[in-house]
């Protein structure tokens, strides 16, 4: 019941009530996983990283199943630039799930940080095979083959993200960008205009300096 009012209290936007209601609930049960998790949360919106961290630990530490955990620690270790802790939670949700693509595409973007390229790509590979409409998948993937300079796989990978999704601006930005760095530069140009034709923030900058426009 306490938990259940956690939640009302926390969808009214009334986060001290919340905690308070949290708070009582992992009095009663300390060993209440989900309790834990709850409040990582709330102390997210907050900004009580700290706080956040140290409940999705203690989620994890009762249990070492809690693949959503996992997610969550992962993502934060990301934002904080640990890229290595991050793969390892990561790792550990693909042993409890690994037929969630979303998990790939995080580890992914960790190994693309941390200088592993070929792993990146290797992550990006299984997300695109999970999901093969998942848009963010190829424009990692392209972004990963442009860091080893094979333009020409990173301009097909746009190619398959703008037919997905023809009016994301940000993927002509990336494949006139990898055009022009492959020499096709003419294609850059038309891609850099598409991008300012969608009110693109970059586009205009982009055309100046690379087209003289």
């Known amino acids: 019941v306490c938990y259940q009012l956690a939640s009302v209290y ?8 919340s905690f308070d209601y949290f708070n009582k609930a992992l009095e009663l049960n300390p060993k209440f996983t989900l309790g834990y998790y709850s409040r990582a949360n ?9 706080g956040s ?24 270790e990301y934002s904080a630039g640990h890229f290595k802790k991050a793969v390892s939670d990561f790792d ?44 963010m998948g190829y424009v990692n993937r392209g972004v990963a083959y442009a860091e080893q300079k094979n333009y020409r796989s990173a301009i097909n990978d746009m190619n398959t993200a703008i037919q997905i999704d023809p009016l994301w601006s940000q993927a002509y930005i990336y494949k006139g960008m990898f055009e022009f760095n492959a020499n096709i530069k003419d ?15 970059q586009a205009e900058a982009y055309m100046k300096q690379y087209c003289g426009k």
């Open 187 to 201: 294609s850059a140009c038309g891609d850099f205009r598409m991008a300012y034709k969608l009110k693109n923030p």
């Open 10 to 17: 926390e969808l009214e936007g009334d986060f001290k009530n």
């Open 92 to 135: 550990d949700a693909i042993k409890l799930r690994s037929d969630f693509y979303l998990v790939y595409s995080m580890r992914g973007s960790c190994k693309f940080k941390s200088g592993d390229i070929a792993g990146a790509i290797s992550d990006f590979n299984m997300e695109i095979q999970l999901n093969p409409s998942h848009v």
């Open 42 to 50: 709330m102390e997210e919106l907050i900004g009580d990283e700290k």
């Open 53 to 76: 961290l140290k409940d999705i630990n203690r989620s994890l530490a009762d249990n070492k199943g809690f693949f959503l955990a996992y997610l969550t620690k992962g993502r934060k």
